[in-house]
């Protein structure tokens, strides 16, 4: 089966850290675009970062540039969203996703993740 599964979400302070880690089973990120989105209660869905398999060239928004990174890890098929500076505004489900059109900016999202929470106190 393919799928997407993230992990590492949970609650932390404000000014703190998480990685957030997105592992695909049943294909490889070969070829792949990978992209990081979140969505807040009541918010849209927002796109945040992307990251290409092929270079490991990313693309990063504007309102988590500077705190967070994406890295690639092509031997353990895992892309990672390391978040530091965190702020409660930061509050959401964060997906990943995967689009088979290799560079970013992302176009048709083939496979998602469940998601997963993460709570940042004030």
């Known amino acids: 089966e393919v799928q997407l599964v993230e992990s590492g979400g949970g609650l932390v302070q404000a000014g703190g850290s998480l990685r957030l880690s997105c592992a695909a089973s049943?294909?490889?990120?070969?070829?792949?675009?990978i992209g990081w989105f979140r969505q807040a209660p009541g918010k849209e869905r927002e796109g945040i970062s992307c990251?290409?398999?092929?270079?490991?060239?990313?693309y990063t928004a504007d309102s988590v540039k500077g705190r967070f990174t994406t890295i690639i890890d092509n031997d353990k098929n895992t892309v990672y969203l390391q978040m530091n500076s965190l702020k409660p505004e930061d509050t959401a489900v964060y997906y990943c996703?995967?689009?088979?059109?290799?560079?970013?900016?992302?176009?048709?999202?083939?496979?998602w993740g469940q998601g997963t929470l993460v709570t940042v106190s004030s």
């Open positions: 049943g294909f490889t990120f070969d070829g792949y675009a």
């Open positions: 990251i290409s398999s092929s270079d490991g060239s990313t």
């Open positions: 996703a995967a689009d088979p059109g290799t560079w970013c900016p992302l176009g048709y999202l083939e496979v």
